[in-house]
């Protein structure tokens, strides 16, 4: 049984990579105040090896540096902001 890879190239592909854990750290910086944002960003660093390591042994799909980097910078530009702007407003209005 051969397997297709399925590539998602380009522009789309980077911009989700970008802001696919901002959920995680609003939930996590909301749950957990006190967890620092360094620690915030860790565990966003750790998640994202985790999931390209764990895909290199799926068959069909492929494991990219480029992802865990544009996960990384995603998630230091979302807690920058939480730090500059404080807790972004989208909390008021769902819990």
């Known amino acids: 049984i051969?397997?297709?890879i399925i590539y998602l190239d380009g522009l789309i592909a980077w911009i989700g990579n970008f802001f696919i854990f901002?959920?995680?750290i609003l939930i996590l910086r909301k749950l957990s105040p006190r967890l620092s944002q360094v620690k915030v960003f860790?565990?966003?660093l750790a998640i994202s090896i985790t999931i390209e390591t764990t895909q290199l042994f799926i068959p069909g799909r492929v494991s990219d540096i480029r992802d865990?980097?544009?996960n990384s910078?995603?998630?230091l530009l979302v807690i920058s902001l939480n730090?500059?702007?404080g807790?972004?407003?989208i909390f008021t209005?769902?819990?």
């Open 2 to 4: 051969g397997h297709h």
């Open 22 to 24: 901002l959920p995680l």
């Open 42 to 44: 860790f565990i966003c």
């Open 68 to 70: 865990v980097a544009a």
């Open 73 to 75: 910078a995603g998630a």
């Open 83 to 85: 730090k500059r702007f």
């Open 87 to 89: 807790e972004l407003q």
């Open 93 to 95: 209005r769902v819990f």
